[in-house]
């Protein structure tokens, strides 16, 4: 009997190849790209780091004569590009005196000036005490702070003289503030600023020449 012969196996296909990636492949270039913008990135990050550099500020609000310390001081960077006259601060790398004393009020992180540190009786500034109702003092006004103070009636009829409304001391520091319930009349706050000497007779003689002159406080942000 015969068999058949087996037939011929089928001639293989050719393989198909994958068009190779060449260097007109978009895929390339955004890869290229992407690497690229990661670096300049890094950079700019890098350098802008190099770019700051640490001064102090005070942890809390303190008053002229208070004396600092380093628990009273934190480290805080500062961008030399935008720091205006970073040379006035106080550098952490710098030495500091065991007995600095402030002849200025400072708020809770505000960075320490070179001006206001010193001996504070050289200032030239004398310490008063007024008396104004507790509903025209900020809460948040205590020892430290940097207010001004209007009058808001009682002022004096002459055309010299401050009219309600004016501004009649600025940029005085609190030394001391407290709720006295005996001091004039009740809920009112005696608060004791440090003024410039030269201002303090003018000061006087404008409570001196009202008729039950009212105050108001506004605190410096």
Same mark, same amino acid.
């Given at each position: 009997?015969?068999?058949? *012969?087996?037939?011929?196996?089928?001639?293989?296909?050719?393989?198909?190849?994958?068009?190779?990636?060449?260097?007109?492949?978009?895929?390339?270039?955004?890869?290229?790209?992407?690497?690229?913008?990661?670096?300049?990135?890094g *950079?700019?990050?890098?350098?802008?780091?190099?770019?700051?550099?640490?001064?102090?500020?005070?942890?809390?609000?303190?008053?002229?004569?208070?004396?600092?310390?380093?628990?009273?001081?934190?480290?805080?960077?500062?961008?030399?590009?935008?720091?205006?006259?970073?040379?006035?601060?106080?550098?952490?790398?710098?030495?500091l005196?065991?007995?600095?004393?402030?002849?200025?009020?400072?708020?809770?992180?505000?960075?320490?000036?070179?001006?206001?540190?010193?001996?504070?009786?050289?200032?030239?500034?004398?310490?008063?005490?007024?008396?104004?109702?507790?509903?025209?003092?900020?809460?948040?006004?205590?020892?430290?702070?940097v207010?001004?103070?209007?009058?808001?009636?009682?002022g004096? *009829?002459?055309?010299?003289?401050?009219?309600?409304?004016?501004?009649?001391?600025?940029?005085?520091?609190?030394?001391?503030?407290?709720?006295?319930?005996?001091?004039?009349? *009740?809920?009112?706050?005696?608060?004791?600023?440090?003024?410039p000497?030269?201002?303090?007779?003018?000061?006087?003689?404008?409570?001196?020449?009202?008729?039950?002159?009212?105050?108001?406080?506004?605190?410096?942000?």
């Amino acid at each position: 009997m015969v068999h058949d *012969a087996d037939p011929s196996p089928a001639a293989p296909q050719p393989a198909q190849r994958s068009p190779a990636s060449g260097w007109r492949d978009p895929r390339l270039w955004a890869g290229v790209l992407l690497v690229a913008a990661s670096g300049v990135l890094g *950079a700019r990050v890098l350098g802008a780091a190099d770019d700051t550099v640490e001064v102090w500020a005070v942890v809390a609000d303190l008053g002229a004569g208070d004396e600092i310390g380093a628990d009273d001081l934190v480290a805080t960077p500062v961008l030399l590009g935008r720091a205006d006259g970073l040379d006035r601060y106080v550098e952490v790398t710098e030495e500091l005196p065991a007995d600095l004393t402030l002849t200025r009020g400072l708020g809770a992180g505000e960075l320490v000036p070179r001006s206001a540190l010193g001996d504070p009786t050289a200032a030239g500034t004398v310490q008063i005490a007024v008396a104004v109702d507790d509903v025209r003092v900020p809460s948040s006004v205590g020892a430290g702070s940097v207010v001004d103070v209007y009058l808001l009636s009682g002022g004096a *009829a002459t055309d010299d003289g401050p009219r309600l409304g004016d501004r009649v001391l600025e940029d005085v520091t609190v030394v001391a503030s407290s709720a006295e319930q005996d001091f004039a009349t *009740a809920g009112q706050r005696k608060l004791e600023l440090a003024v410039p000497a030269e201002e303090a007779p003018s000061f006087f003689a404008l409570l001196a020449g009202s008729s039950e002159p009212v105050l108001s406080v506004a605190r410096q942000s």
